[in-house]
T-cell receptor
Framework: GAVVSQHPSRVICKSGTSVKIECRSLDFQATTMFWYRQFPKQSLMLMATSNEGSKATYEQGVEKDKFLINHASLTLSTLTVTSAHPEDSSFYIC?????????????FGPGTRLTVL | GESVGLHLPTLSVQEGDNSIINCAYSNSASDYFIWYKQESGKGPQFIIDIRSNMDKRQGQRVTVLLNKTVKHLSLQIAATQPGDSAVYFCAEKPIQGAQKLVFGQGTRLTINP
């Protein structure tokens, strides 16, 4: 159990376009989902925390208007990269915290490779 | 503190040997720690966790040790196999800061045949 999926697994887009990435918890309800960005040979950097039915909490330095997060249900969160530029090219990973878990284990998705030309 | 953009340190071990991966965490108030394994192009995979009221926890072929005095966490992998090749991250949950995890910089483990 505790499987998280992401779609698409990789996407290539032109500069200036918007890209939506979906994160789904397949076999559990996730009250909280997290979005991370990972550059090559670096660690995961938390971008935002998404709670179902409320606005996301963004980390310092992450532009809210550029990285739109929607968490409309207990199994789905989406990240939209608006007006993407080459510097937004990265590996985007989501994770989900299972409702009712006492501790903070996060279950991670397989990641989405975004390349902006 | 937050992970910074450093190049990953690398640990090379012989197949069959034991591996020890170390992590220094930043917040003395953190109450929960996790080790994750990340293979190339994939998301992190849970390995083992430990709560701050413990100093050792064992899983299948893995052991996590927690030394709160010096804020140090280690992951021991017994009889390392080729499939253990990956990047390993420790993560801590500060008591303050709601639900988020703070990730360490990671260590790349390579296995020599």
């Amino acid at each position: 159990g505790a499987v998280v999926s992401q779609h698409p697994s990789r996407v290539i887009c032109k500069s200036g376009t918007s890209v939506k990435i979906e994160c789904r918890s397949l076999d559990f309800q996730a009250t909280t989902m997290f979005w991370y960005r990972q550059f090559p040979k670096q660690s995961l950097m938390l971008m935002a925390t998404s709670n179902e039915g409320s606005k996301a909490t963004y980390e310092q330095g992450v532009e809210k208007d550029k990285f739109l997060i929607n968490h409309a249900s207990l199994t789905l969160s989406t990240l939209t990269v608006t007006s993407a530029h080459p510097e937004d090219s990265s590996f985007y990973i989501c994770s989900a915290r299972r409702a009712g878990d006492q501790y903070n284990e996060q279950f991670f998705g397989p990641g989405t490779r975004l390349t902006v030309l | 503190g937050e992970s910074v953009g450093l190049h990953l340190p690398t640990l090379s071990v012989q197949e069959g040997d034991n591996s020890i991966i170390n992590c220094a965490y930043s917040n003395s108030a953190s109450d929960y720690f996790i080790w994750y394994k990340q293979e190339s192009g994939k998301g992190p995979q849970f390995i083992i966790d430990i709560r701050s009221n413990m100093d050792k926890r064992q899983g299948q072929r893995v052991t996590v040790l927690l030394n709160k005095t010096v804020k140090h966490l280690s992951l021991q992998i017994a009889a390392t196999q080729p499939g253990d090749s990956a990047v390993y991250f420790c993560a801590e949950k500060p008591i303050q800061g709601a639900q988020k995890l703070v990730f360490g910089q990671g260590t790349r483990l390579t296995i020599n045949p």
